[in-house]
């Protein structure tokens, strides 16, 4: 069996927040982003969902960069070619510098055909096994802390896995020592963004004291050097995420010591095909991982679901449930969370399907390219 694709649409889509998040660089309540979809010569369609955001704080990509990137130079790589696995796609976009949410979109959309040209469910195709995911959530900014009570509160009672707190310098060890003394015993941890430098050492220092799952990225995107002398003097965990955007960038860091956990963003790292490298290589190293979240709709997230049925991911995701997220979902069924865990669909594929009511209501334009 091989994949010869005929179409590609790229819609672009704009979706409301049902509530605005913060992180140490600023406020969003729209989404505006791409779901790739990709129908192959029998009329199986596999999905996608690119998910860098309007404007590139996160990292250099952008909604425009993925569109101008897919449509001029990836796509144009796809054309008449046949694919017998979709662990070539990420070899055909080798000429392609970078840009690895662009490629990762349309790459997951080829591993989707794959899965339901085969007939089996996504996870299986990845080599996953677990039936059941646990799952977490991840909190942003509040305007008071009475407010982050509140919303942790209402998560915990929900038996989400564990709580993730976006903090900042001036909202951070006073505010998460607070947390903790209403939450002895709930599993928290806490995301900076990048919000820190070595300079603010002796500060993260007394992290340690409230005993976190972990700190995430708290040092600049690109730097794994300064993170592994803070690791040194922390005995909390320090996790990577901005810093990660391939298996070399992971086995860097391992040797180097800059983190004891790893996000895997499949979007990140361009791809469910290097997400698994990363997971094969931590697994060996002996280094947990976890599946991050990017505000994703219900293609997204069904991705982030099939790939955390991989063994070594073992600390819960940011996967929460699509009502979190949204008024109403592009899937169905919606993606649901019960006492913190995501029941994993066994039909073929992504094993959601597209809601084309909301898919029209949500779209603003598409593209369609012949392949
Ligand atoms: O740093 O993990 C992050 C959201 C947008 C961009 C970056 C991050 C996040 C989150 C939320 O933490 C994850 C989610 O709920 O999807
Ligand atoms: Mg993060």
């Not at 989404?31 to 129908?39: C, L, R, S, T, Y």
């Not at 009672?157 to 505010?175: A, H, L, N, S, T």
């Not at 794994?224 to 901005?242: F, N, S």
């Not at 449930?321 to 006492?339: H, Q």
Request: hydrophobic share 40%; glycine share 6%.
């Amino acid at each position: 069996m091989t994949i010869s694709l005929k179409q590609i649409k790229l819609h672009r889509l704009k979706m409301m927040l049902n509530d605005p998040f913060t992180t140490s660089f600023g406020t969003f309540q729209e989404k505006e982003f791409f779901i790739i979809e990709m129908i192959d010569e029998d009329g199986i369609r596999g999905y996608g969902e690119s998910v860098a955001f309007s404007s590139p704080w996160y990292s250099e990509e952008t909604v425009e960069t993925n569109f101008h990137m897919m449509k001029d130079f990836l796509i144009p790589l796809l054309k008449k070619k046949v694919i017998a696995h979709p662990n070539e796609v990420e070899q055909i976009f080798s000429p392609i510098k970078r840009n690895n949410m662009a490629k990762s979109a349309l790459e997951g959309a080829v591993w989707d055909v794959y899965a339901k040209q085969k007939q089996i469910p996504l996870a299986e195709a990845l080599g996953g096994t677990k039936r059941q995911i646990e799952v977490g959530i991840s909190l942003g900014i509040e305007p008071t802390v009475k407010d982050l009570l509140k919303k942790v509160e209402t998560y915990v009672q929900e038996g989400y896995k564990r709580i993730k707190i976006k903090i900042k310098p001036g909202y951070d060890v006073d505010m998460l020592r607070e947390v903790r003394r209403h939450f002895p015993d709930t599993p928290i941890m806490a995301d900076a963004n990048s919000a820190y430098s070595l300079a603010d050492l002796e500060h993260l220092r007394k992290l340690d004291e409230l005993n976190l799952m972990m700190i995430e990225q708290p040092l600049a995107h690109d730097d794994i050097v300064d993170h592994a002398t803070l690791q040194a003097a922390l005995r909390t965990p320090v996790c990577l995420d901005e810093s990660i955007h391939s298996l070399e960038d992971a086995r860097k860091a391992i040797e180097l010591g800059s983190c004891k956990i790893i996000n895997i963003k499949i979007g990140r790292v361009g791809g469910l095909t290097e997400s698994k490298k990363i997971h094969d290589l931590a697994k060996e190293k002996g280094i947990d991982v976890w599946c991050g979240g990017m505000l994703e709709a219900g293609i997204g997230r069904a991705h982030n679901i099939a790939l955390t049925t991989l063994s070594q991911f073992v600390l819960p995701g940011d996967t929460a449930g699509s009502s979190r997220y949204w008024k109403k979902d592009i899937i169905k069924p919606e993606v649901e969370v019960e006492n913190g865990i995501i029941h994993v669909p066994n039909k073929p594929g992504i094993g959601y399907e597209m809601d084309e009511e909301a898919l029209k209501e949500f779209t603003v334009a598409t593209e369609t390219i012949h392949v």
